[in-house]
């Protein structure tokens, strides 16, 4: 029994459940990420270079020949370049985000606390100060 409180207090800490919902919006926003490259900016880019479709290039290593069975074996370095336009997006957005977080962070720490309320002995010395100071 110790078993399962001692899991369930370390399932249910902070941390860890941050940790979960940063894996399923990491996922889900990895998904728009690629719909982003693949639907969005890879079409204009192969209408730019005349149709080229990055993700069908590829270096063939050997051709498929069906008579005897064999399947082709390429280098697919079209797919290749996709996933690393999608991953330099992601870092991109992920910089964007830590950089205004940092920014709201500093900006936090620039505010100023206002001075603590002076104690009552320093009230009373003050008060004794004025009353002086005006004899």
């Known amino acids: 029994m110790g078993f399962l409180k001692e899991f369930k207090e ?4 902070g941390s860890v459940v941050d940790l979960a919902v940063g894996v ?3 996922g889900a926003f990895g998904k728009i990420v690629t719909s982003l490259v693949d639907d969005i900016i890879m079409p204009p880019i192969g209408y730019i270079t005349g149709g080229v479709d990055f993700g069908e ?4 290593l050997t051709a498929a020949n069906e008579s005897a069975g ?3 074996v390429a280098l697919k370095y079209g797919n290749f370049i996709n996933v690393i336009i999608q991953f ?3 870092a991109f957005c992920i910089f964007l985000v830590i950089k205004g977080l940092n920014s709201l962070k500093r900006k936090e720490e620039a ?5 603590p309320a002076p ?4 009230t009373l010395l003050t008060e004794i100060r004025d009353i002086l100071r005006n004899k």
């Open 10 to 13: 370390f399932a249910m800490r």
């Open 24 to 26: 399923v919006i990491g």
């Open 57 to 60: 290039l590829k270096y063939v």
């Open 70 to 72: 064999v399947e082709e």
């Open 88 to 90: 330099l997006i992601i």
């Open 111 to 115: 505010v100023p606390e206002a001075a």
């Open 119 to 122: 104690s009552k002995e320093e």
